[in-house]
């Protein structure tokens, strides 16, 4: 990204019709670790990469419960994570109050990106710096959003944001057609490995990742690590017989997949 | 304060404010009885068609059933005025969870939440609805069936009824009511409890409407009457044994 005279206000279009701070703000997303989600027919998973800045201090939370039915996870600025989470949790718990019945996810994150859109168009503002995969149910099934800084709002079966997260996309993306006949275990265990592709070699362990899950019957809670542990063990014994063959794979398709369009994300794609 | 000043009968006596705003004291045209019950298919409510004004039967057509969106019917009794309110509430709220379109939509169970909270906030106020509202349906199989006060009482339960209907009518559906009942039974027990409202409260009318509620959707019947009988041996000579009445 190149210095641009157009830059320093939101409010500022650019000749080529573009909003240069929103697109920043876009780019803070990409800065952060990594998150992905995943979803089937009746459940969808949340993982995350957790980085403590050093040894001695604990890790950033980057998943949140919004409700029984709905949570989210972050990559960007956390502090602009933590308070979105609290607008979401805010918004659930009055049409609870108010419905006695739980919102339906495809009308929250309408709300939040009208939210993210409103400080696309204020001078005073600025947008907010981080990407929310929101995962959630509602009468129609299990549904992932993801929520960016342009106010933009998109549905996937699966996504993945944050740094190296692209590793993470082309597994999903090799992958995807299946998930929806996927029961739960297989979902777990796909998410994880979405997420050791992010790791680029480092080793996977459960005090690195975080993993959500929510589903039609299960209340969404954070998955202990001993379990995950137990499924990181498993996927050990799989991955080295898989090795060989994926190495092959990733080079050819990575060159391809890293070009990654620069102009204009806002644009639909 | 907002609160209306008491005349030297206890009654509350109308009080404009400086900022002209007027509160309901007391309702003028009103309904009777609304009754409800759950059944086999989903929920049955009768209430007859009278607005009385005090104690003339003012209006003889007043429809006091009305469907809510997909899923739910609402019957009222208390001021007809403030039901038409609530209805414009609720067509406002089920236009807006229309336009949405994504499949999911509000079921009983929510516009009986809602009526809840805008009859409790509203007692707040002291300025309340008056009405009692009976609130059935039925959403992916689920049947439901409550009952909101003017104060914000509330419950769910089988078989409900407003005004009168709680005293006469629900001992009979106590009685009466079972599980998996169909249509026919239903209406039977509805019609029983009728009758003795007609015969006992003051401001039922002789033309009723009987509404039900499926999956498939809402009918509201035409208006008709039941067969009534006056030549009890006890209405010959009712005064026979008081002396000095006429």
């Known amino acids: 990204m190149f210095r641009n005279q157009y830059d320093t206000d939101v409010t ?10 929103v697109e920043y703000a876009m780019e803070a997303v990409k800065q952060g670790s990594a ?12 993982a995350t990469v957790n980085k403590a800045t050093s040894e001695l201090s604990s890790h950033q939370k980057k998943i949140f419960k919004v409700d029984d039915h709905i949570g989210v996870a972050i990559a960007g600025l956390t502090a602009d994570g ?4 609290r607008y979401l949790r805010n918004e659930c718990i009055n049409h609870s109050f108010v419905y006695e019945s739980p919102l339906p996810i495809s009308r929250l994150v ?47 079966q699966a996504f993945a944001i944050g740094s190296r997260s692209q590793a993470a996309k082309t597994y999903l993306e090799r992958r995807f057609d299946n998930f929806d006949k996927y029961s739960r275990e297989e979902l777990i265990k ?41 499924v990181i063990e498993s996927l050990d014994i799989v991955e080295d017989a898989q090795a060989a063959d994926a190495a092959a794979e990733s080079a050819s398709e990575e060159p391809s997949a890293a070009q990654e369009p620069g102009a204009a994300p806002m644009e639909l794609q | 304060m907002e609160w209306g000043a008491v005349s030297s009968e206890g009654k509350e006596v109308s009080t404009i404010l400086e900022s002209g705003s007027q509160r309901t004291l ?33 209006y003889k057509s007043v429809e006091r059933i009305k469907p809510i969106g997909k899923h739910t019917l609402l019957g009222a009794s208390g001021e007809i005025s403030d039901f038409q309110e609530i209805l414009r509430y609720l067509d406002e709220l089920i236009i807006y969870d229309h336009m949405w379109d994504d ?21 707040n106020k002291f300025d309340p609805l008056w009405n009692s509202l009976v609130v059935g349906g039925v959403k992916n199989g689920q049947k439901y069936l409550g009952m909101v006060g003017m104060i914000g009482t509330h419950y769910e339960d089988n078989h409900v009824a407003t005004g009168f209907g709680n005293h006469l009518a629900r001992p009979i559906m106590r009685a009466e009511w079972r599980e998996d009942l169909t249509f026919e039974e239903a209406v039977k027990i509805l019609e029983k409890c009728l009758l003795v409202l007609l015969y006992r409260d003051r401001s039922a009318i002789n033309k009723f409407q009987i509404s039900k509620i499926t999956e498939e959707g809402v009918t509201i019947s035409e208006p008709y009457a039941l067969k009534t009988n006056w030549d009890f041996s006890a209405f010959q000579n009712p005064t026979k044994g008081a002396e000095g009445s006429w």
Not at chain 1, 12 to 21: E, K, N, V, Y
Not at chain 1, 82 to 85: F, G, I, Y
Not at chain 2, 27 to 53: H, Q, W
């Open chain 2, 26 to 58: 007391s309702p003028y045209v009103t309904g009777t009885s609304v009754l409800g019950l759950k059944y086999k298919d989903g929920v049955i409510m009768a209430a007859d068609m009278g607005g009385s004004y005090g104690s003339t039967l003012r």
């Open chain 2, 103 to 123: 499949g999911n939509s509000l079921g009983p169970k929510e516009v009986h939440n809602y009526l809840n909270r805008v009859m409790y906030n509203r007692r």
């Open chain 1, 190 to 230: 796909d998410g994880l490995f979405a997420i050791k592709e992010t790791l680029q070699g480092e080793k996977l362990t459960s005090a690195i990742c975080t993993v959500a899950i929510v589903g039609v019957g299960e209340t969404f809670h954070i998955i202990n690590q001993q379990t995950i542990e137990q």
């Open chain 1, 35 to 46: 998150a992905i989600g995943l979803r089937s027919a009746t459940h969808i998973v949340l």
């Open chain 1, 82 to 85: 933590r308070v979105l989470s």
């Open chain 1, 110 to 156: 309408v709300q939040l990106a009208d939210k993210a859109q409103v400080c696309t168009q204020r001078s005073w503002k600025r947008p907010y710096g981080v990407g929310l995969l929101v995962a959630g149910l509602d009468e129609t099934g299990a549904h992932l959003y993801y929520n960016c800084p342009s106010g933009n709002y998109f549905e996937f």
């Open chain 1, 12 to 21: 500022t279009w650019s000749p080529a019709g573009r909003l240069f701070q």
